[in-house]
């Protein structure tokens, strides 16, 4: 982002100690799934974060193949609406090893994301956390294997449509 001439709240400003590629909100279905313990629909559910200021925001980056010693990895943060900030740290990660976490697309309806690595696309799924008796979302490595995305070396753009029915994608041709 730009220089600003406004003072800038260090609330409103985080570190995490990786380089961010990639962030994504949260659906608040996806955390009404999480807490009703089943693979509900987004109708079936009453969004979580209705009844709290608190969101989820997913963030990806790192360091690349490792040589830099900064960690690549998936973070999953809150964000507070009424005090417009970032929580501290995040209060879920997902270590992607040596596979830089570049680009991420949440599905709509709250089921999990997809994310882009040098060679291929992976799906995760959400897990349930407790942080001070409060349950939040983290991530976690899913079984879903997606076939058509496996070795097509690293996409820069993903995208689903409204409904979640169709992904856009747009990188590397692989030859």
Request: net charge negative; aromatic share 6%; proline share 6%.
């Amino acid at each position: 982002m730009g220089k600003s001439n406004q003072n800038n709240d260090a609330s409103n400003c985080k570190k995490y100690g990786i380089p961010l590629y990639g962030a994504a909100w949260v659906p608040p279905a996806a955390a009404s799934t999480i807490k009703s313990g089943s693979e509900s629909t987004p109708e079936e559910t009453e969004p979580a974060a209705s009844s709290s200021s608190n969101y989820h925001i997913v963030l990806a980056g790192g360091g690349g193949e490792g040589r830099s010693g900064i960690p690549n990895a998936l973070l999953v943060s809150t964000f507070d609406f009424s005090s417009n900030s970032l929580s501290d740290q995040p209060v879920g990660k997902l270590g992607t090893g040596s596979d830089l976490p570049y680009r991420i697309a949440v599905h709509p309806g709250g089921e999990g994301l997809i994310c882009s690595l040098p060679k291929s696309c992976r799906w995760f799924d959400w897990d349930a956390i407790t942080i001070k008796d409060e349950l939040s979302l983290s991530l976690k490595s899913s079984e879903k294997v997606l076939e058509k995305l496996e070795d097509v070396g690293q996409q820069l753009a993903l995208t689903f449509n409204n409904e979640g029915t169709l992904l856009a994608v747009g990188g590397e041709v692989k030859n």
